[in-house]
């Protein structure tokens, strides 16, 4: 085990797959020079150029800022014996390619009839939470759950972040990998050996009884601390992190709410179609009558995302949201009003 | 250009003579509901799309767009997949889920049709970059109309070919229109001249109905490209007899009758019939290529109709490597 950062951990794991197999390619907006952070030496933001000189200009590809061009050449390139990884630096800018991701990238292997295979992974960071406005805050992993034929992974942790990049370089299938910015600097022991999280695979993050708090991406640690916080109080929360988006292990969820008989969901995304609609619609079809309580969701309001700090910070799920929904499905009293992102 | 062996030439035009008898086929069966929704004809275009194809070699790849019969046939696609595919047969091509918008045959190198005007041509372009990255010597082409050529995508497109030398073709099929719009009212300047912006050759081949200049020009290109030198843009001046789409009716003239006659005069498949005729080949044999064209398509409309049609749980498949991942 090495104390890995969760942005070193994505780094470690594009290391590995380069050296296990030449096929793997990294391209992107100024991965030569490691601006993003995960091209460079193993364990942090550090040895800028690092992959350049160890793989070559072959391997690692700078790109034009192209990103319908990117996209659709890195599906080509898939369909054509490589595995590609595309860095597309943030998140908003996936639209630019929308295209690509929808009509390409997530129809060509159906419509084809399974011709094609698509082995490539798309990264991007959603750089939420950092005062940089409206343009460089979004959180759009629903939007492409809602487009068949992408997978979609969203880690929590350096581990899961190391492991399901593993998975996802060696998926014959396109991924979409959506990395939380407030999540970069994250530290804790990774295995420094190779290992692969499979997809599709929930984390049971913290183990409890009396209610179940599914999480996503930055959420999680957010839950973890409010289920802490309610322990005091003698709630027992079970935390479940579905870790991949795409497909959802449906059966974690279903289990644990089984179990607990209440259910609170919290993600960055918009509420509106988000993955917390989506997994509260899965409970209330499938095991509504182990449901003791409303479903609770607790997300990012319909909202554009405002720059000032002061306006900002109210707008994602936080421990204290997230532990002022659990209070109410367990009808203990609200400690104070809580106004925002419930 | 290097004189083309006998079998070449009879190839080219038996490659021709294919796609018009299958489009015209197709056209039929449309109007006659027998093929569902519609389909666009390459007729008019053959000498374009067979000059290219061609000049590809077998293990060279390509994309295509909507009007997109005549790309596969030309790689050398067997027409009964492809026609069953057109009516959605089990044993078309692509199962019956792609249809005539989305034919591919990834054993000729076809990685894919589309129906979104401009959308396929960084699908070529990738491939162009695993043939340079694996270096295995393939080429790589994207046919695209006169409308697509408005798409940013293709300057994105063409910029990373650029710069990274990539065994790429661009290939413009400039039919003049793009459905009712004349190209000239949309387009700022020649299309194959923006190639210089790229640093790349822009080729325009005027006489795009002579199979023989396409090919001339497209070999060109795939040896430039074969050598590592970098891509093209070629440029291909042609015409389409049919409406956009067949069974389409505008109730507009957006194209004249003079237009037409004298476009007919150059018709690709006559043209190139009278070069074959004064070079050897006989009237019967120029006949026999026509009847074993006609057959062929027979034969891919018998098997079509032979075919039983998918069973429901192919719609299910195909969508992820495994299965389990679909919900
Ligand atoms: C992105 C997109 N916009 C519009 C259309 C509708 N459409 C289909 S074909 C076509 C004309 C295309 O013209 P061109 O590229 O010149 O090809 P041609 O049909 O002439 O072969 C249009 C507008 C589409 N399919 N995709
Ligand atoms: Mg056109």
Same mark, same amino acid.
């Given at each position: 085990?090495?104390?890995?950062?969760?942005?070193?951990?994505?780094?470690?794991?594009?290391?590995?797959?380069?050296?296990?197999?030449?096929?793997?390619?990294?391209?992107?907006?100024?991965?030569?020079?490691?601006?993003?952070?995960?091209?460079?030496?193993?364990?942090?933001?550090?040895?800028?150029?690092?992959?350049?000189?160890?793989?070559?200009?072959?391997?690692?590809?700078?790109?034009?800022?192209?990103?319908?061009?990117?996209?659709?050449?890195?599906?080509?390139?898939?369909?054509?014996?490589?595995?590609p990884i595309v860095d597309?630096?943030?998140?908003?800018?996936?639209?630019?390619?929308?295209?690509?991701?929808?009509?390409?990238?997530?129809?060509?292997?159906?419509m084809f009839g399974g011709q094609a295979s698509m082995p490539v992974v798309f990264r991007s960071a959603m750089f939420y939470g950092l005062n940089t406005g409206a343009h460089h805050s979004d959180r759009p992993y629903p939007m492409f759950m809602n487009v068949p034929g992408l997978k979609i992974i969203a880690p929590a942790t350096p581990s899961d972040a190391k492991g399901l990049l593993r998975s996802a370089v060696d998926s014959d299938d396109p991924i979409l990998s959506?990395?939380?910015?407030?999540?970069?600097?994250?530290?804790?022991?990774?295995?420094?050996?190779?290992?692969?999280?499979?997809?599709?695979?929930a984390r049971t993050a913290r183990?409890?009884?009396?209610?179940?708090?599914?999480?996503?991406?930055?959420?999680?640690?957010?839950?973890?601390?409010?289920?802490?916080?309610?322990?005091?109080?003698?709630?027992?929360?079970?935390?479940?992190?579905?870790?991949?988006?795409?497909?959802?292990?449906r059966d974690a969820i279903l289990r644990s709410v089984a179990k607990t008989g209440r259910l609170v969901v919290a993600e960055p995304a918009h509420r509106t179609c988000g993955a917390a609609a989506e997994i509260s619609a899965l409970v209330a079809e499938e095991i509504f009558d182990s449901l003791k309580a409303p479903i609770?969701?607790?997300?990012?309001?319909?909202?554009?995302?405002?720059?000032?700090?002061s306006l900002e910070k109210q707008m994602y799920p936080t421990k204290v949201t997230i532990a002022a929904a659990i209070r109410r499905v367990v009808d203990l009293p609200a400690l104070q009003p809580v106004a925002a992102a419930v | 250009m290097a004189e083309l062996a006998r079998d070449t030439l009879r190839e080219m035009?038996?490659?021709?003579?294919?796609?018009?008898?299958?489009?015209?086929?197709?056209?039929?069966?449309?109007?006659?509901?027998?093929?569902?929704?519609?389909?666009?004809?390459?007729? /008019?275009?053959?000498?374009?799309?067979? /000059?290219?194809?061609?000049?590809?070699?077998?293990?060279?790849?390509?994309?295509?767009?909507?009007?997109?019969?005549?790309?596969?046939?030309?790689?050398?696609?067997?027409?009964?997949?492809?026609?069953? @595919?057109?009516?959605?047969?089990?044993?078309?091509?692509?199962?019956?889920?792609?249809?005539?918008?989305?034919?591919?045959?990834?054993a000729v190198g076809s990685l894919g049709e589309s129906g979104i005007v401009g959308s396929s041509i960084p699908i070529a372009n990738g491939a162009a970059l695993s043939s340079k990255v694996l270096n295995n010597g393939k080429v790589a082409l994207a046919f695209f109309g006169d409308g697509a050529a408005n798409q940013g995508v293709l300057y994105e497109s063409m910029n990373m070919a650029g710069v990274w030398d990539l065994p790429m073709i661009f290939l413009c099929e400039n039919n003049q229109y793009a459905l009712s719009t004349p190209a000239h009212t949309v387009t700022s300047g020649i299309i194959s001249e923006r190639a210089a912006?790229?640093?790349?050759?822009?080729?325009?081949?005027?006489?795009?109905?002579?199979?023989?200049?396409?090919?001339?020009?497209?070999?060109?290109?795939?040896?430039?490209?074969?050598? /590592?030198?970098?891509?093209?843009?070629?440029?291909?001046?042609?015409?389409?007899?049919?409406?956009?789409?067949?069974?389409?009716?505008? /109730?507009?003239?957006?194209?004249?009758? @003079?237009?037409?006659?004298?476009?007919?005069?150059?018709?690709?498949?006559?043209?190139?019939?009278h070069y074959l005729a004064s070079h050897g080949f006989s009237d019967d044999e120029l006949d026999g290529l026509q009847a074993t064209a006609l057959a062929e398509v027979d034969a891919a409309v018998a098997f079509s109709d032979a075919s039983p049609y998918p069973d429901l749980s192919v719609a299910f498949d195909d969508l992820y490597t495994d299965k389990e991942s679909a919900a």
């Open positions: 085990m090495t104390v890995m950062s969760y942005l070193g951990a994505i780094g470690a794991a594009q290391r590995e797959a380069m050296d296990a197999d030449e096929r793997v390619i990294i391209i992107g907006e100024d991965v030569e020079a490691n601006v993003y952070g995960t091209t460079g030496g193993g364990k942090s933001r550090s040895d800028k150029g690092d992959f350049l000189q160890r793989y070559g200009k072959n391997r690692i590809r700078n790109t034009p800022i192209s990103e319908e061009g990117i996209v659709g050449a890195a599906a080509g390139a898939a369909m054509t014996g490589l595995r597309l630096s943030y998140s908003s800018f996936l639209y630019m390619a929308m295209d690509q991701f929808v009509n390409q990238v997530a129809k060509n292997r159906y959506f990395e939380a910015c407030l999540l970069w600097s994250a530290k804790e022991d990774v295995d420094e050996n190779e290992f692969w999280v499979p997809l599709g695979v183990v409890g009884t009396d209610v179940t708090v599914v999480a996503i991406s930055s959420s999680v640690p957010e839950a973890v601390a409010a289920a802490e916080e309610l322990a005091k109080e003698g709630v027992s929360v079970e935390v479940i992190d579905p870790r991949t988006l795409v497909p959802l292990d609770i969701r607790v997300t990012a309001p319909d909202m554009q995302i405002p720059f000032s700090p | 035009q038996l490659r021709m003579l294919r796609i018009r008898a299958f489009d015209e086929r197709a056209s039929k069966m449309v109007k006659r509901g027998h093929i569902p929704g519609t389909v666009h004809t390459s007729i /008019g275009q053959e000498a374009q799309v067979v /000059g290219a194809t061609m000049a590809l070699g077998a293990g060279d790849y390509m994309s295509g767009n909507h009007r997109s019969h005549g790309h596969p046939i030309g790689k050398g696609s067997p027409l009964g997949p492809l026609m069953a @595919e057109l009516v959605g047969k089990a044993t078309g091509v692509c199962k019956g889920k792609g249809g005539s918008l989305h034919l591919a045959d990834f912006g790229f640093g790349m050759p822009g080729i325009r081949v005027e006489e795009g109905q002579d199979v023989l200049a396409v090919y001339d020009a497209v070999s060109k290109a795939v040896a430039r490209a074969r050598a /590592g030198d970098g891509p093209t843009l070629v440029e291909v001046m042609t015409y389409r007899y049919n409406e956009h789409s067949e069974g389409l009716r505008l /109730g507009t003239d957006y194209r004249n009758a @003079e237009e037409r006659d004298a476009w007919l005069k150059k018709d690709p498949i006559m043209l190139f019939r």
